[in-house]
């Protein structure tokens, strides 16, 4: 497994200044690989947090007041559209449907082979720098209670 798919982040969360939800941290890396030209070019370092909420404006925080908003982001849209996989542009969407029509092993093994292969790039493609592996349990998990909608975090 490449590092961003074995290594889970052992710091502290933080409170998201914008939504009051503790959110983890991610590396200054992610953020430049996120961030879009020019306002790439302003981004000051700092230990940065990533708020996943659709809902809420803010990407990137810090405990000392540096902000990112989603709109700079490479992946504001891929974020409005719930994407589930970002290395492999798999949608929750998508996925849910595959686990309503029992075909989500094929797309989970996909993943799992390819991030065992290291042929995942987490930790650039998602905001989050996480690997979406425990996304996709999670979905699991709450398809089989109930097939109502997911909540955004
Ligand atoms: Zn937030």
Known sequence: MSDCCSKP??????????C?????PVTM???????RFPENQQIVADNYYFCPSRGCSSAYF???GNSI????????QAIQNETLCYCF???SACYQSALQTHTADAIKNFVIQRTKLAECA????????????????????????????????
């Open 29 to 35: 890396r992610t953020v430049y690989q996120q961030v």
């Open 62 to 64: 810090s405990s000392t």
């Open 89 to 91: 542009d798999i949608s």
């Open 9 to 18: 982040s052992k710091k502290p969360l933080e409170a998201c200044p914008q």
């Open 122 to 153: 987490c930790e650039v493609r998602n905001p989050s720098g996480q690997c979406c592996l425990a996304k996709f349990k999670q979905l699991e998990k709450e398809s089989a209670v109930s097939s109502k909608f997911i909540n955004d975090q």
């Open 69 to 76: 908003a989603k709109s700079l982001l490479i992946t504001q």
């Open 20 to 24: 009051g939800i503790e959110r983890k």
